[in-house]
T-cell receptor
Framework: DQQVKQNSPSLSVQEGRISILNCDYT??????FLWYKKYPAEGPTFLIS?????DKNEDGRFTVFLNKSAKHLSLHIVPSQPGDSAVYFC????????????????FGKGTLLTVNP | DTGVSQNPRHKITKRGQNVTFRCDPI?????LYWYRQTLGQGPEFLTY????????KSRLLSDRFSAERPKGSFSTLEIQRTEQGDSAMYLC??????????FGDGTRLSIL
């Protein structure tokens, strides 16, 4: 069963507009969430994260929103730029037995974002 | 910060052969992780080290797979008697305690 779901395989937006990428999860033990960006032939690059005690985290053009009751998070990119074109992965972690989050990530399948000039 | 380094970038081998991959984490990072990614999927967790101790292994890590992190520095992932289904991208990541994980560019394994 897939515990982290990214239901949109692809998304296309115009430069300067907002990109909204969505992610749903089923495991109620997840308490830390991250977004990674991946270019072809490169490893995933960390973008932004959010703890379950928050509902919003912002870093420059990137904002992540968490709705725990709906088990849903989203990544907003505004304004979108052509260089943002990449695959975006949503990932989640639960508290490990050794303590602390972010030790074992469960990833979604990714969403390919294309930003058109 | 030179980033997480993985070698080789690409490995082609015949079915039944053994292969070993190496990961050099970011120097001050005490945690090291291995993931596997197949086409159209996100990375899947394989195993995790804190310093030299291997604290968790996924059920995906069959007994043909072994990982080590001697002295808590670099790590190796060995696959014995490779099978077609082992073809994938093997990703290594490292972090300092609970900070976000930083990934290398991976080793792509192709089984002929």
């Amino acid at each position: 069963d897939q515990q982290v779901k990214q239901n949109s395989p692809s998304l296309s937006v115009q430069e300067g507009r907002i990109s909204i990428l969505n992610c749903d999860y089923t495991n109620s033990m997840f308490d830390y969430f991250l977004w990674y960006k991946k270019y072809p032939a490169e490893g995933p690059t960390f973008l932004i994260s959010i703890s379950s005690i928050k509902d919003k985290n912002e870093d420059g053009r990137f904002t992540v929103f968490l709705n725990k009751s709906a088990k849903h998070l989203s990544l907003h990119i505004v304004p979108s730029q052509p260089g943002d074109s990449a695959v975006y992965f949503c990932a989640a972690s639960e508290v490990g037995y050794s303590g602390g989050s972010n030790y074992k990530l469960t990833f979604g399948k990714g969403t390919l974002l294309t930003v058109n000039p | 910060d030179t980033g997480v380094s993985q070698n080789p970038r690409h490995k082609i081998t015949k079915r039944g052969q053994n292969v070993t991959f190496r990961c050099d984490p970011i120097s001050e990072h005490n945690r090291l992780y291995w993931y596997r990614q197949t086409l159209g999927q996100g990375p899947e967790f394989l195993t995790y080290f804190q310093n030299e101790a291997q604290l968790e292994k996924s059920r995906l890590l069959s007994d043909r797979f072994s990982a080590e992190r001697p002295k808590g520095s670099f790590s190796t992932l060995e696959i014995q008697r490779t099978e077609q289904g082992d073809s994938a991208m093997y990703l290594c990541a490292s972090s300092f305690s609970q900070q976000p994980q930083h990934f290398g560019d991976g080793t792509r394994l192709s089984i002929l």
